[in-house]
């Protein structure tokens, strides 16, 4: 979001911060210089932790408040002496758009050409708060203060100056009908919740204070840092109107097998889980390493010095998670658990296409192969200069992918890699372009739905407005693509994968059209115990159309889609009489056309399409009298 954008809000006494200006997963190899992630912590303070993602090496914790003008002092979990400091390496700064280090030999946070991943979060009240203070051993309570600026849900404590264990708290604590304050869990440990006075003095944290003791969390002498972080409950103050949660801390029991299902009211792309009724690892996942629909996410253990590795099952929705495997590390059947989330960004309608969409030929130096300038969320890839299918794709699917031209159901590749901050796939191939989309309100979504084979059923989405266009494909059995567009009707279809003209059939969409939170699909579309997988398209100004226009019959028409910079990418499909998916993109040259429906080579088109600042112009190829033609086009 623009900082005039943001003024004018505020101005108007709306609008509230992004998740992705507090909180950012960032992957990356260990170079020496500055990791921008968007994250303004020179300002704003705040706190990183690290995680080398191939070794055995510990998480490392690095913080505002504990600063130091030359180099930053660090902790380790699950070591629990105190803090370390190595001038030599590791963090060098905060930034105002995230932190600068030293590459080298420090394997634990930033070895040379080493593969890690850090957390960064940003001090914002509501979401998270850092408090430093020096035990003075009394036998009594002892408040300390703080400006999260509501109850935390979650605290961690840590011993700085000497040997402790990382002690922490959390509102979903309830072994045995105690209360959370009376209980408390170690990151360091796997062992399950502990029951004592001493931790927190059986006094609950409130909006500005939390409580400490003698022996555990108020050594006399010692210092200490306590990580607080929120509980949104409907009293978020995040997102474009000031109103949203981004982050929930909660627990559940689980069922040792599918159907526990955590409405958390929003997408989570971080997730910590903790068995608190007996010995298991803390698990931690997140969407940027990989959290795949229908299989094991990479899971990273605080309380280990493990490197990451495939975890339970747990599939992300549109509300929240479920559970779908029965180890018991998150769904033994009758086991308590715990878990903190943090909401799916970026929260605000994109302003700018290059921020949402990209294109590239691959570049034989990556990986990334593709380059798009963002995470990539969606994308499809193909040879331009001979036959080839449509190889499909979305992070939401991991190694697995499908084809744009074909029916058959998704296979898997281990070079769909999604785990870049840049862009997209471990492979250079000669002559293949992709093209690349972002997930964004108003914009792009895909959702992965399990059938219930109920005619009618809805799903959730969280494209924030009504679809106007949507791509539905079966992921695990052969069926074609079926397509829906606002200007054809809720109850027809178009086949991504054939050429035909819209067919009826209202157990497609059930004849129900989506609306800004739900799609609805009938049997057609909503196979019992089958995997779908849902793209869904918007109108954004300045940056993408959903469109349609009736053909006039004449040579050279202009169709303008509200762009100051032409169409990048679009596609426009004849729905009067059989036509193909043609596709035209500047990274080609308009001068060239590729059927979306068909493994068929380029074909030269110098005179079909032009550019038009507006957006695109056709001659009579495409605008045949009384044809009506659908397109979509990104800036």
């Not at 293949?432 to 989405?461: C, E, I």
Request: a negative charge; proline letters at 4%.
């Amino acid at each position: 979001m623009s900082n005039i954008k943001k003024l004018m809000m505020s101005a108007a006494g709306g609008g509230g911060l992004d998740v992705d200006e507090v909180f950012s997963t960032y992957v990356y190899k260990g170079f020496s210089g500055n990791l921008s992630n968007g994250i303004d912590l020179a300002g704003e303070g705040g706190m990183v932790w690290f995680k080398h993602r191939d070794s055995y090496t510990q998480h490392v914790f690095y913080d505002t408040e504990r600063g130091q003008p030359s180099a930053y002092p660090y902790l380790e979990c699950p070591y629990t002496r105190g803090e370390q400091n190595d001038g030599n390496v590791g963090l060098t700064s905060f930034n105002a758009d995230g932190f600068g280090f030293l590459g080298g030999t420090q394997t634990n946070s930033n070895g040379t050409n080493e593969n890690y991943v850090s957390w960064t979060f940003r001090k914002a009240p509501k979401f998270f708060d850092i408090v430093t203070y020096t035990g003075n051993g009394s036998g009594d309570s002892r408040t300390i203060s703080h400006n999260l600026g509501s109850t935390p849900g979650m605290m961690i404590v840590k011993r700085t100056n000497g040997t402790g264990d990382w002690y922490v708290y959390h509102r979903g604590l309830n072994i045995s009908g105690a209360a959370p304050e009376d209980q408390f869990l170690l990151l360091n440990t796997n062992q399950s919740s502990g029951n004592t006075p001493y931790a927190w003095d059986d006094t609950a944290p409130t909006a500005t204070d939390f409580t400490v003791k003698t022996v555990i969390s108020n050594v006399n002498g010692a210092e200490y840092v306590a990580y607080l972080f929120a509980h949104n409950d409907g009293d978020g103050e995040f997102g474009p109107d000031g109103d949203a949660d981004i982050i929930k801390c909660g627990g559940y029991t689980g069922a040792g097998s599918a159907g526990v299902s955590i409405d958390l009211g929003f997408e989570p792309q971080w997730l910590l889980i903790k068995k608190t009724n007996g010995g298991s690892f803390w698990v931690l996942y997140d969407t940027m390493r990989g959290l795949p629909v229908g299989a094991n996410g990479q899971a990273i253990k605080p309380s280990a010095t493990n490197p990451e590795a495939p975890g339970q099952e747990i599939d992300l929705t549109a509300t929240g998670f479920d559970l779908f495997d029965g180890n018991d590390q998150v769904n033994g059947s009758g086991d308590s658990y715990i878990y903190m989330a943090i909401r799916r960004g970026p929260m605000a309608v994109p302003e700018s296409a290059t921020d949402v969409f990209g294109m590239d030929v691959s570049n034989g130096s990556g990986p990334p192969y593709f380059t798009s300038g963002f995470p990539v969320d969606f994308a499809f890839k193909r040879r331009t200069d001979t036959g080839d299918a449509w190889d499909t794709s979305a992070r939401l699917m991991g190694d697995k992918y499908i084809e744009l031209n074909s029916f058959v159901d998704q296979e898997t590749l281990s070079l769909f890699e999604w785990d870049y901050q840049n862009g997209w796939f471990g492979y250079s191939g000669n002559n293949t372009q992709s093209w690349m989309w972002k997930r964004a309100p108003g914009y792009f979504d895909t959702v992965s739905y399990l059938a219930d084979g109920v005619q009618g059923s809805a799903f959730n989405h969280n494209l924030g407005v009504v679809p106007e266009m949507m791509w539905i494909k079966k992921l695990t059995g052969n069926q074609n693509w079926y397509v829906y567009h606002k200007d054809i009707g809720n109850d027809k279809y178009l086949s991504l994968n054939t050429n035909l003209v819209p067919t009826s059939n209202t157990l497609y969409l059930n004849s129900t059209t989506p609306d800004d939170t739900t799609f609805t699909v009938g049997n057609v579309a909503n196979n019992a115990s089958q995997q779908y997988i849902n793209m869904l398209f918007a109108t954004v100004p300045g940056v993408s159309k959903v469109g349609s226009y009736t053909g006039n019959g004449s040579s050279s028409r202009t169709i303008d889609c509200g762009f100051s910079n032409g169409a990048r990418f679009f596609f426009i499909k004849d729905t009067t009489q059989a036509g193909s998916w043609w596709t035209f993109d500047t990274e080609r040259g308009l001068g060239f056309y590729m059927d979306l429906s068909s493994a068929d080579t380029k074909s030269e088109a110098a005179s079909l399409v032009s550019a038009n600042s507006s957006g695109f112009a056709v001659t009579l190829s495409f605008n045949f009298s009384n044809h009506t033609y659908i397109f979509y086009a990104v800036a």
